[in-house]
């Protein structure tokens, strides 16, 4: 199985703060990764796939990069409405995995 | 609009069997895979399972492979899951998820809000 490394585990930002979060895959995925934004007691939601892709909907503050085994999450200013925990996830194969999470506090 | 119900959880002793179900609206059903998703207290996201859109093919992590079964009903839009041999490790909520493709587990564009299994003596 492929196993999905998200740092960090739990990050303290501001509001307006310019946030980076990585996930490292244990072998090549290509562009094959999602991003999801997880609020308490609620389901996740889909905001990047392919890698880059934004999908509909969601603000154009979060972007996504990377190829291969390393991907970002960029927040580039970080609204009060953004604090939750992100998770990544491969897809490469249909056997899926998600990333362990990153909480993002507020400082 | 796009609308997941998940219904069936519970709370369960080890050894167990249920049949967790999810009713699709706002979207041609038939077109596009779902997956299982489960969510341990407290915990990250694990995928469990996935179904092809004409329910050809099926995927399965390897904690449930042997004991949980994914199966769907196009005529009635309904996904299925179901779970035998209940460890106290499957205690989560389940998420039923639409995929953005037809074919299997890849990226999941709508979400229910869940169904809680609590396994315990």
């Known amino acids: 199985d492929i196993q999905m490394t998200q740092s960090p585990s739990t990050l303290s930002a501001s509001v307006g703060d310019r946030v980076t979060i990585t996930c490292r895959a244990s072998?090549?995925?290509?562009?094959?990764l999602a991003w999801y934004q997880q609020k308490p007691g609620k389901a996740p939601k889909l905001l990047i796939y392919?890698?880059?892709s934004l999908e509909s909907g969601v603000p154009s503050r979060f972007s996504g990069s990377g190829f291969g085994t390393e991907f970002t999450l960029t927040i580039s200013s970080l609204q009060p409405d953004d604090f939750a925990t992100y998770y990544c996830?491969?897809?490469?194969?249909?056997?899926?995995?998600f990333g362990g999470g990153t909480k993002v506090e507020i400082k | 609009e796009v609308q997941l119900l998940e219904s069936g959880g519970g709370l369960l002793q080890p050894g167990g069997s249920l049949r967790l179900s999810c009713a699709a609206s706002?979207?041609?059903?038939?077109?596009?895979?779902m997956s299982w998703v489960r969510q341990s207290p407290g915990k990250g996201l694990e995928w469990v399972s996935a179904?092809?859109?004409?329910?050809?093919?099926?995927y399965y992590a390897d904690s449930v492979k042997g004991r949980f079964t994914i199966s769907r009903d196009n005529s009635k839009n309904t996904l299925y899951l179901q779970v035998n041999s209940l460890r106290a490790e499957d205690t989560a909520i389940f998420y039923c998820?639409?995929?953005?493709?037809?074919?299997?587990?890849?990226?999941?564009?709508?979400w229910g809000q869940g169904t809680l299994v609590t396994v315990s003596s």
């Open positions: 392919q890698a880059s």
């Open positions: 996830q491969q897809y490469n194969s249909y056997l899926v995995t």
């Open positions: 179904i092809s859109s004409n329910g050809g093919s099926t």
């Open positions: 706002g979207f041609t059903f038939s077109n596009f895979a």
């Open positions: 998820a639409k995929d953005l493709s037809s074919v299997g587990a890849t990226t999941f564009d709508s």
């Open positions: 072998q090549s995925i290509r562009s094959w």
